[in-house]
């Protein structure tokens, strides 16, 4: 086995060409790649058509909201079956137009069967909003007009999991993922740590150029011969096709770790 501090960079260039993947795959399901950034900023003018708003972005997106009342407004027009990502205060000061209005916009526009790309495409096309904002835009269009599907948490969210019993102690896995200097290099992100050392499990958000992409939460279970259970949830991910990929991901990383400890 290499010694602790060659773990995470034995991990890391094992990993490094399959993240890329991962993150290209990931750019399609959600409708945010760079040839969406691109048709977007070619089709900015159509918004004045569709009663989408024009006005660029000039501020990071906020974190979620929660409680339907305070993220919709009460003098919403609709009802709607689940809050969306982010307040009718926040759209309407990014885009000009509140909830109602862009629900009203899509659902003359793509219509509300269309797939998630499309309407993350037909968001960028008509408003001058930059992918991040479109997809909070799409995945709030879908939990607000309650196309939730099964095994998606409370917000809207869904989690994928992957699990694997490794030749190591427990006590080896949790200091490698505790390791603020390491930690980034291990598992292939710009890391925060979001636990006490002495948790049970550890929770560390995960971000690509300040870009988050969701939450890990491990758990180590101590297993027979000195081997320990490690679980990996990866939470807060936005669509359903996102949990297979994920999963994948996390059990290629599960190969190389293990691989790392033989």
């Known amino acids: 086995m290499r010694s602790q501090a060659e773990i995470p960079e034995a991990v890391g260039a094992k990993m490094r060409a399959r993240l890329q993947e991962t993150l290209a795959r990931r750019a399609e399901l959600l409708g945010g790649g760079a040839d969406a950034r691109a048709e977007s900023s070619e ?114 969210t869904f989690t994928a999991n992957r699990s694997r019993t490794l030749p190591v102690d427990r006590e080896v896995l949790r200091a490698l993922i505790a390791d603020d200097a390491a930690r980034d290099a291990l598992l292939g992100f710009e890391t925060e740590f979001r636990s006490k050392v002495a948790s049970k499990t550890y929770k560390v958000l995960i971000a690509r150029d300040a870009q988050p992409f969701g939450g890990l939460l491990f758990t180590f279970d101590a297993a027979p011969n000195g081997r320990t259970k490690l679980a990996i949830a990866h939470e807060k991910l936005q669509v359903v096709d996102e949990i297979e990929l994920w999963k994948a991901h996390w059990g290629a990383w599960l190969d190389a770790l293990e691989l790392a400890l033989s």
């Open 43 to 156: 089709n900015a003018g159509a918004a004045a058509s569709t009663g989408a708003s024009t006005a660029a972005p000039t501020h990071p997106a906020p974190e979620p909201t929660s409680g339907a009342a305070e993220s919709i407004g009460e003098a919403s027009r609709h009802e709607w079956v689940a809050p969306p990502m982010h307040s009718d205060a926040a759209i309407r000061a990014q885009t000009g137009q509140g909830w109602d209005d862009w629900i009203d916009a899509i659902d003359a526009g793509v219509g509300r069967d269309a797939a998630h790309p499309r309407i993350v495409e037909w968001v960028m096309a008509n408003s001058a909003q930059n992918g991040w904002w479109s997809q909070g835009i799409a995945v709030s269009f879908e939990r607000m007009t309650g196309r939730r599907l099964a095994g998606q948490m409370p917000d809207g």
